[in-house]
């Protein structure tokens, strides 16, 4: 209990950090989702093909394989680049960025097949009238696309979300001190790590049933319109 007592406060600082991630990579995803589906949904072969290769590409590689590519790779790609055009100098990639980059970039595969199977779901007829109605773009979305995807997509969402939740753990690799860096150390200092895995997995499990109980608010929001 002091061992708990005396490190629990270090495992307990990179919440915070760990809360930030997991929201900037959400909305990074989300964004990267709402680009997929666009490109997916295009008539455009180009577009349709980038969108494509987008998602296969993204889910055919491990996760953690490819922070370490952004991560590494990418601040190698960035210097060697600044060195040839002379136009800046040296730039340090920073692990919230990388990770943050890294997981929306993953997630936003997952997020463009989850918004693309609740635009394919909307009966196209109820567009086509807004239209006729002369409804403009922005009010369609509105009134007719986002009361119907909302319910269709979310179920998807909070998978993808919760899972995104506990990805953020693998930005531990790289230095972010997050919740599971700060366990991994003072496991080590106190050379007790299994009892500081517990706390983290505590810490993820709570986060996780939070997360569920809100999105699940907004179901049912949805589900009584």
């Known amino acids: 209990m002091d061992t708990l007592l005396a490190y629990g406060p270090m495992v307990l600082s990179g919440l915070g950090l760990t809360i930030a991630l997991s929201l900037s990579s959400l909305t990074l995803a989300v964004l990267f989702g709402l680009m997929g589906v666009w490109a997916k ?9 980038l969108g494509g290769g987008y998602t296969a ?3 055919g590689i491990p996760d953690l394989v490819l922070m370490l590519i952004i991560y590494f790779g990418g601040q ?5 680049l600044g060195e040839v055009s002379g136009l800046w100098d040296y730039v340090e990639i920073s ?14 595969a997952y997020m463009t097949e989850t918004f693309r199977g609740g635009f394919l779901a909307i009966d196209k007829g109820e567009i086509e009238a807004g239209l006729a109605c002369g409804m403009s773009s922005g009010t369609r979305l509105r009134l007719i696309v ?3 995807i909302v319910p269709l997509v979310l179920p998807s969402f909070t998978n993808n979300w919760l899972v995104l939740l506990k990805t953020t753990a693998l930005v531990s690799i790289i230095g972010l001190q997050d919740v599971m860096y700060n366990a991994n150390q003072s496991g ?6 299994f009892l500081f895995l517990l706390l983290a997995f505590a810490i993820y499990l709570g986060l996780t049933i939070l997360s569920d109980l809100g999105l699940r608010q907004i179901r049912n929001r949805y589900r009584l319109r």
Not at 41 to 49: D, G, K, P, V
Not at 95 to 108: D, K, Q, S
Not at 188 to 193: D, T
């Open 95 to 108: 692990p919230f960025a990388a990770g943050t980059f890294a997981i929306g970039l993953i997630f936003g």
């Open 76 to 80: 190698n790609l960035i210097n060697s």
């Open 146 to 148: 986002w009361p119907q």
């Open 41 to 49: 949904l295009s008539r455009n072969l180009f577009l349709n093909a």
């Open 57 to 59: 590409l993204v889910r």
């Open 188 to 193: 080590r200092s106190s050379q007790q790590p």
